[in-house]
């Protein structure tokens, strides 16, 4: 079966973009591949080197809604980056082969830096996120990634790398192939980008009555200013959530009401809140009683470690007879 890898940096809890962009494809994946998900907590230190207080209830807040989400652990390997070292390990080797050239040219790296950034990233391990997603990637012989558009240069990369060391070593790695997943529009609250640095997000862990208030203090199509003004629901951020949450011919009832003034605002958001919390429903409740019993995550955790752990150790032993830096001290006579 083929490899399918894919880690997340740890931001936290995680709001319904990352459901709808992310969790919804790992889970279609999961039944299709060989999966392994991981927390990438050394790519957070990449940029949050002097802030490090967050990374842990970070990490284990985001594994919690993975699991919670359905994210199955019968199915999938769940894991922590830095709890393999073998990422580090082949972040060590491939730094070696990976020219200046290819991680200045990278365009996340030259926009980051041209940005007024509050912490300073002039850093070797900035420069070098490339090489440890390349290894993170690699050390599982992923054959497919699945990713954002944001994160195509990084896997291009990865591919360069893989064809530099094939060539100078020994044919190790497959080439992997992005699965590129088209993340749908999911506003915020402010009509902006569902966001945690926009302060706009409906979170998977919020309660009943948090999701009522956010969605009901929600902006909607600016046009419509009373009750009685005809709305567009193309202008209109709760649809974009109505889309997303709502059934087809419900949909068609929201949007003929919008344009004809049949239905107001309030009632509009009533019917999208009312959706999301049927969603989020059952997923809280497993959210909660994971939370009650941390025990149970940090089994899945091991248990994912220990089966990340296996395949990374022996792929380094590989690489290591690739590049010839084993040792059989029995010629030492020759
Ligand atoms: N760079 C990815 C992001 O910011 C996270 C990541 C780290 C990753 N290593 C990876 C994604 C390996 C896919 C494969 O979202
Ligand atoms: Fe938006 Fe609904 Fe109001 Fe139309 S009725 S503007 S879709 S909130």
């Not at 039944?31 to 490090?52: I, P, R, S």
């Not at 360069?160 to 080439?175: A, C, D, G, M, Q």
């Not at 951020?237 to 107001?264: F, M, S, W």
């Amino acid at each position: 079966m083929e490899r399918v890898l894919s880690g997340l940096r740890p931001t936290g809890k995680l709001h319904l973009g990352h459901y709808h962009g992310v969790l919804t494809n790992f889970i279609k994946l999961q039944d299709m591949y060989e999966c392994y998900f991981f927390v990438a907590d050394l790519h957070a230190l990449t940029t949050n080197y002097a802030k490090t207080e967050d990374i842990q209830s970070s990490v284990i807040q985001m594994l919690a809604d993975w699991i919670a989400v359905g994210i199955d652990p019968e199915k999938a390997s769940i894991f922590i980056q830095s709890s393999i070292p073998q990422h580090s390990e082949l972040h060590t080797i491939l730094s070696m082969i990976t020219p200046l050239g290819w991680l200045e040219r990278v365009p996340s790296y030259k926009e980051k830096l041209g940005e007024e950034t509050p912490s300073d990233l002039h850093t070797y391990g900035f420069l070098g996120y490339p090489v440890l997603m390349a290894s993170d990637i690699l050390i599982y012989k992923a054959h497919k990634v699945p990713i954002g558009e944001d994160q195509l240069a990084h896997l291009e990369f990865t591919r360069e790398i893989v064809r530099r060391f094939n060539y100078l070593y020994k044919t190790v790695f497959p080439e992997p192939q992005p699965l590129l997943t088209t993340a749908p529009k999911v506003p915020g609250t402010d009509g902006r980008k569902m966001s945690k640095s926009y302060d706009n997000c409906l979170y998977i862990s919020d309660p009943p009555d948090v999701i009522s208030k956010k969605i009901l203090t929600m902006v909607t199509d600016p046009h419509r200013i009373r009750r009685t003004d005809k709305g567009n629901p193309d202008l209109c951020p709760v649809y974009d959530l109505h889309k997303l949450h709502t059934p087809p011919d419900r949909l068609q009832e929201i949007n003929t009401g919008c344009r004809t003034a049949g239905i107001g605002c309030v009632d509009c958001k009533k019917v999208v809140i009312g959706e999301i919390n049927t969603l989020l429903a059952p997923i809280r409740e497993k959210r909660e009683s994971l939370v009650k019993q941390p025990d149970i995550l940090r089994n899945i955790v091991e248990r994912g470690n220990k089966k990340a752990a296996t395949f990374a150790a022996a792929t380094m032993q590989e690489v290591k007879e690739a590049i010839r830096i084993v040792y059989d001290f029995r010629t030492a006579g020759l």
